[in-house]
């Protein structure tokens, strides 16, 4: 299989980097996160496009011969594969805390509702920022379980890719507003008080881009609690 995929490599140089990952190596079982795969999936491939949006390619079979390597490349480099979006299952009780749990398969029925003003937190596992808002989402939730419009709401960006939202640091919260196709980046204070004028003020006060110089940092940093996806 890796001589097939040499021989695959060589149509591609100077077009596409083929890098060969081992995963006996216990320090790149991220990387096999990061794709959403597990160690049964291998050995297979996947096509990263290392822009600003990190868009990833599934090959559409299991085959791994040089000619199907290189169809799979040739159809990410001509635009005829679309790209793949990672999603787990939807939970049977995503709905059954104030919090609700959404994945990749009922983002966009839950987040771009129009009838509902919903506030999404887009965490990662290992985020030490995302543990540290936990209860605090937990409290917002339930302060406004009964509202008639407001949804508060998490998704595991790790395991979970939407084409409408490029995640590229934890946590990301983002506020799509009822009745509209915008969506609103927060960018206020990280507490009750702050998330609650937030959503009172219909997603205007707190509202801003992301804060590029602060407090989440590169994921190359994951064990002094970084929260920056790569």
Request: proline letters at 4%.
């Amino acid at each position: 299989t890796l001589d097939d995929y040499k021989v695959a490599a060589q149509d591609f140089k100077g077009q596409v980097l083929f890098i060969y990952i081992n995963i006996d190596d216990e320090e790149n079982a991220r990387i096999l996160e990061f794709f959403g795969l597990k160690e049964a999936d291998t050995p297979t491939v996947r096509y990263i496009s290392l822009g600003e949006d990190m868009v990833k390619y599934k090959p559409e079979t299991d085959e791994l011969s040089s000619e199907a390597v290189k169809k799979f490349v040739s159809s990410v480099l001509d635009g005829s594969l679309k790209p793949h979006l990672m999603s787990e299952d939807v939970p049977e009780d995503w709905d059954a805390k104030p919090v609700k749990v959404l994945v990749g398969k009922n983002f966009e029925e839950v987040a771009l509702n129009k009838e509902k003003n919903v506030f999404v937190e887009f965490y990662a596992p290992w985020c030490g920022h995302c543990k540290q808002l936990a209860p605090i989402w937990d409290e917002l939730a339930e302060k406004f379980k009964d509202s008639e419009d407001i949804v508060v709401a998490k998704m595991d960006s790790t395991t979970n890719e939407v084409e409408s939202v490029k995640v590229q640091s934890f946590p990301t919260l983002k506020f799509f507003p009822k009745g509209s196709d915008e969506v609103v980046d927060y960018n206020g204070e990280r507490t009750l008080e702050g998330f609650t004028k937030f959503l009172e003020s219909g997603g205007k006060e707190g509202s801003g881009p992301a804060d590029e110089e602060g407090e989440d940092e590169d994921e190359e940093d994951v064990e002094e609690e970084d929260d920056e996806q790569k």
